[in-house]
């Protein structure tokens, strides 16, 4: 396999986990305090966060990215370019 082909895959297994762990975070009352599961959140927080700052006026976040993004916005309170990455992908979804 290509190593394109080989990223793409442990890409795609990265999303699934974090599916995953969104999902028990949200089922359950302590799904979000479960060690592992916050571990996998934060980090595709940290780099969605990542990806909307280097592109702070045209970075469209993806479905899932949105999802991860959607589940901490209380972190986001009042941020400008949080608001702004948020009606992007709104405006974008119609």
């Known amino acids: 396999a290509s ?10 297994q990265q999303d699934a986990a974090v599916a995953q762990a969104l999902e028990i975070a949200r ?3 302590d799904g979000a305090s479960d060690p ?3 571990k996998i959140l934060e980090l595709a927080l940290s780099q969605i966060w990542g990806k909307v700052q280097a592109q702070p006026d045209s ?6 990215e949105f999802a ?3 589940f901490f916005q209380h972190r986001f ?3 400008k370019t949080a608001v702004k990455a948020r009606k992007r992908y709104w405006d974008h979804t119609r």
């Open 3 to 12: 190593k394109a082909a080989a990223a793409q895959q442990h890409q795609a």
């Open 27 to 29: 089922e359950s009352p």
């Open 36 to 38: 592992t599961v916050s």
């Open 59 to 64: 970075y469209v976040m993806t479905r899932d």
């Open 68 to 70: 991860v993004f959607n």
């Open 77 to 79: 309170q009042g941020d």
